[in-house]
């Protein structure tokens, strides 16, 4: 018997939100072969509705995915702040990065259709300094900490 569709994207959400770090389609197949996901198109696909309904993020330097961190502010995208040390994910706002964008675009007559921004880099934690609130440097909304490595 087929399983439903609504199944395989909450057992695919809830295993990005459990995970304390970006994980691939391939990492999620093999986690989630005892709840009967078989096959990658089932991953793909679960991983696509999701990523539509904006309940998860993909990195795309990573080819990776993640569980979004809350609601952002208005209609920018956000910026993606990828720790190479411990592969903590932040979300900051990118309003400003937005407005910046479309006053370069206007000027140049180019017209933008989407974007995406990861930058990589150390995280506070990884650096051994002290983190400023995450409130102010993110989307309004608490930054997930992960741990070493992928879960």
């Known amino acids: 018997m087929a399983r439903a569709r609504s199944n395989t994207d909450q057992f695919v959400l809830a295993r990005l939100e459990a995970s304390p770090t970006p994980m691939t389609a391939y990492e999620l197949l093999g986690a989630l072969r005892s709840e009967g ?9 679960a ?22 961190h809350g609601h952002h502010a208005g209609a920018a995208k ?7 040390e411990c592969r903590r994910v932040e979300e900051w706002s990118g309003e400003a990065a937005d407005v910046t964008f479309r006053e370069i ?11 995406t921004i990861e930058v990589r880099g150390r995280c506070s934690r990884c650096a051994g ?3 400023p609130d995450s ?3 993110c989307c309004g909304h608490t930054v997930r900490l992960a741990g070493q490595g992928a879960a």
């Open 105 to 115: 675009a206007k000027s140049m007559g180019f017209s933008i259709e989407g974007r």
């Open 135 to 137: 409130r102010a440097a």
């Open 129 to 131: 300094l002290s983190a």
């Open 37 to 45: 996901v078989q096959s990658p198109p089932v991953v793909y696909r």
């Open 47 to 68: 991983l696509e509705r999701l990523e539509k309904a904006g309940r998860i993020h993909r990195l795309e330097g990573l080819n990776a995915y993640f569980a979004c």
């Open 78 to 84: 956000p910026i993606f702040a990828v720790c190479t």
